[in-house]
Nanobody, 111 residues
Framework: QVQLVESGGGLVQPGGSLTLSCTASESISTIYSMGWYRQVPGQGRELVAGITSDGITGYATFVKDRFTIFKNSAKKTIYLIMTSLEPEDTAIYYC?????WGQGTQVTVSS
């Protein structure tokens, strides 16, 4: 079973940017869909953005053109570029591929 490792989280001021990375333990070329989710303590996990094996992307409404998901199959990695971050974006961000989840990376947006 594929394993996923996220990185790139941290503390950023409102209006700032972060790039998250998710590296898989094996090729992602044949994984139909991968995505980023986020979760705030006490709330459910919600989809942020997804990308298919054909490179088709989709985003949650709240992203509002602020985030971009893309992948580098040669590096077995997907990325989430986040700009114009808001305090409401504070959450643990998880990478997903089918039934597999990464361990999560904390994103905190605060002044």
């Amino acid at each position: 079973q594929v394993q996923l490792v996220e990185s790139g989280g941290g503390l950023v001021q409102p209006g700032g940017s972060l790039t998250l990375s998710c590296t898989a333990s094996e090729s992602i070329s044949t994984i139909y869909s991968m995505g980023w989710y986020r979760q705030v303590p006490g709330q459910g996990r919600e989809l942020v953005a997804g990308i298919t094996s054909d490179g088709i992307t989709g985003y949650a409404t709240f992203v509002k053109d602020r985030f971009t998901i893309f992948k580098n199959s040669a590096k077995k990695t997907i990325y989430l570029i986040m700009t114009s971050l808001e305090p409401e974006d504070t959450a643990i961000y998880y990478c997903n591929a089918g039934d597999t989840w990464g361990q999560g990376t904390q994103v905190t947006v605060s002044s």
